[in-house]
């Protein structure tokens, strides 16, 4: 198939926004399932695990084709809640354009800001689909403001709903200025132009007019035309708002609802004509393993083979690989270089992904998303061609924001527990095992309460290991209040060998949010092995792991300034020596907590206001902003994260007798009050 008529597109919201649904509505409209399943019943092509039927939300991304307007059209169906942001941005990473669902009752949530922002950094067009318009409470216009005010995006819409909730029908076509009546649960569509004597014609007028101006805004070739008052034609207009879309300038807006089919149809439109093919993405840009030169790799079928991994699961196929070919051909019976290990990998059979199910497929070139069982390549890892060596920038994930003992059910079952929590850390990079040096406990952590109950669930369910989670806990940073250096020393003897060195550090604080940054500036470096060098780096690497307290340094930058050998030169000795020397320092600088905190948005009955309002200031909440929304008020807070847990949830429904909804999202870490820490950190 032509790359043109390619379209690789992740769809992508808040929970509920209706991402699955419309996923099915897709599906059923380009005749890939005879009929659609149902998010309630658990019934749906992309959410096939068995938690997520009964859950009735999306945990992982899946992976579906279709044919729509002669465009083969790959489709990656995101999860929408929170601890699961690590799943739409791997799934963002691989994909040239998106689809985001936006709720017309909830309008734009906390989570599709989350979204929103993974897109942009990716610098991927997105054409948006205000869905539910037939739900009671739904308020299109409300939408586009929230795209506008809480995105800061270029909303403009090519079509306004005709009727609302119950009577929602259809749409007004703004560049015809027809009336388009849908028919439900197909893609039948009547037609019939707007006369002045309608009900709806100088709306329409008027909604037709703001969009040709915001289009002449962002596209300097329309602009001409439409301020010399040139005759537009519908094939100039669509051109136009296709540019300002791969540009990134403007976001197309459709309406509908996916769940009574009503203009799903139109999506698959907007897809097929406004987001990019793969000939039509900047190259993708990586670097020479050896030389770190720069180097690019065009969509060409017929150049070098280059293709990134972005997600690992483990399926009853074993090891599953989903991978996105950017450059080359890729054919069963190969041997790539793994660039990332330095390893050769054989490729056996080739599949597309239609959820569950899988299709065989002979080759695969630029733009496929294709699956391959037996892979040792995992997540963020580079394939492609041993004579044209190329290194992909690996995905950055978030950290994990909570932890929790688990322990197996049996002593015996360990080492099964193990290899189990091995395999879920290798699918999900959030998820992280550890052990404390103290205590001998397996450290789990995650993104979540509801992510660490789905880890459980696996082990038990999936992977068939029995163990027991402890109760969260959130996991602290440190960061430090003040420059200072600090001064470590060994000296032991091992196997009959004197191990000497001293090691000497400078810490200055860091940008706010920021990782610990490690660097060399030695005087004496040329009279230093350079593996001395490395291990005093990964001494330093190791002690920022676990603090002054027990928690991972950030915001922080540390430079190794001196390294001595009283003795014979030990590397064993240069790393202890230079983790001694943070350790030091840190102490030194003087260290303070930092806590995750989370933004949270409650729409409740303005009655139950007090009482909310009462119980967030008891839990270090910092409300930041209150407004009526129809006839509920939404409260905006920060609260720390620490204090959402347990019974949170009851909490807000016993204050609210249940009609209050909430939503969160991470919003970064803040400073822990003197007294706080002190408890803590046990002093």
């Not at 950017?326 to 239609?354: C, D, F, H, W």
């Not at 032991?492 to 500036?521: F, L, N, W, Y």
């Not at 350790?583 to 303070?592: K, L, Q, T």
Request: proline share 6%; hydrophobic share 40%; charged share 25%.
């Amino acid at each position: 198939m032509k790359l043109e008529m390619i379209r690789n597109i992740g769809i992508i919201s808040h929970i509920d926004a209706g991402k699955t649904t419309t996923t099915e509505g897709i599906l059923y409209l380009t005749g890939v399932i005879p009929r659609r399943g149902a998010v309630d019943e658990g019934t749906t092509t992309t959410d096939f695990d068995e938690i997520e039927r009964e859950r009735g939300i999306t945990i992982q991304s899946a992976s579906v084709q279709c044919e729509w307007k002669n465009r083969h059209i790959n489709i990656i169906d995101t999860p929408g809640h929170v601890d699961f942001t690590a799943e739409v941005e791997r799934s963002l990473r691989v994909l040239d354009g998106a689809l985001m669902i936006v709720c017309a009752v909830g309008g734009v949530e906390p989570q599709t800001e989350t979204v929103w922002r993974q897109a942009r950094r990716y610098r991927i067009p997105c054409v948006a689909f205000i869905n539910k318009l037939d739900r009671i409470g739904a308020d299109f216009h409300k939408a586009i403001e929230g795209l506008r005010t809480r995105l800061g995006a270029v909303p403009v819409p090519f079509m306004i709903p005709v009727g609302v909730t119950q009577d929602f029908r259809g749409a007004i076509d703004l560049w015809e200025l027809e009336r388009v009546l849908w028919t439900p649960d197909t893609s039948d569509e009547k037609r019939s132009p707007l006369t002045e004597e309608d009900e709806m014609y100088l709306s329409a007028v008027e909604a037709r007019e703001s969009m040709l101006e915001t289009l002449a805004e962002h596209d300097d070739t329309f602009a001409e035309a439409y301020l010399e008052e040139k005759e537009i034609v519908k094939k100039d207009f669509e051109a136009a708002l296709r540019r300002a879309c791969l540009a990134c300038r403007i976001v197309p807006v459709l309406c509908g609802s996916a769940l009574s089919l009503r203009g799903v149809h139109r999506v698959l439109d907007a897809v097929a004509d406004y987001l990019p093919s793969p000939s039509e993405c900047p190259p993708i840009v990586g670097i020479h393993p050896k030389t770190y030169q720069r180097e690019e790799r065009p969509p060409d079928p017929n150049g070098p083979t280059a293709m990134l991994a972005f997600k690992t699961t483990f399926t009853g196929y074993g090891k599953t690989t989903y991978l996105r070919v950017y450059s080359g051909a890729v054919k069963k019976g190969q041997r790539l270089l793994n660039s990332t290990t330095g390893k050769m990998e054989n490729i056996g059979p080739i599949y597309l992904a239609q959820g569950k199910k899988r299709v065989q497929a002979d080759t695969a070139g630029p733009g496929s998303i294709i699956v391959m069982d037996g892979l040792a390549a995992t997540t963020g890892h580079t394939l492609c061609d041993r004579n044209h060596p190329i290194l992909l920038d690996a995905i950055p994930f978030p950290k994990p924001l909570v932890r929790a003992s688990v322990e197996p059910r049996r002593a015996s079952e360990m080492d099964e527990l193990m290899a189990a929590l091995g395999h879920l850390a290798e699918d999900d990079p959030t998820f992280t095992v550890s052990t404390d040096e103290e205590t001998g406990q397996i450290i789990v952590s995650a993104m979540g309460e509801l992510h660490l109950n789905i880890i459980g669930r696996r082990l038990n369910e999936n992977l068939h290991v029995h163990a027991r989670i402890g109760n969260p806990s959130v996991v602290y940073r440190e960061s430090i209040q003040n420059e200072a250096e600090g001064i470590g020393k060994f000296s032991q003897e091992i196997d009959e060998k004197m191990h000497e060195a001293v090691a000497r550090v400078r810490m200055v604080p860091g940008k706010p949010g920021s990782d610990v940054i490690v660097s060399t500036d030695l005087t004496n470096e040329r009279k230093i092995s350079p593996t001395a060098i490395q291990a005093a780096q990964e001494g330093v690497i190791e002690a920022a792991q676990t603090g002054a307290f027990g928690f991972p340094l950030s915001e922080a930058e540390v430079t190794l300034i001196d390294l001595e050998f009283p003795g014979d030169r030990s590397d064993l000795a240069a790393k202890v020596a230079a983790s001694h020397a943070v350790e030091n320092a840190c102490r030194n600088a003087g260290i303070r907590l930092l806590e995750p905190v989370m933004d949270v948005e409650i729409v409740t009955d303005p009655e139950t206001v007090g009482p909310m309002m009462s119980d967030l200031n008891a839990h270090r909440a910092q409300i930041s902003g209150m407004e009526m929304e129809g006839d509920f008020q939404k409260i905006r807070a920060r609260i720390p994260l620490a204090e959402t847990f347990g019974d949170f949830t009851t909490r807000l429904r016993n204050l609210t007798q249940g009609r209050a909804v909430f939503t969160m999202q991470p919003a970064g870490f803040a400073p822990v009050s003197p007294e706080q820490t002190k408890r803590i950190v046990g002093l």
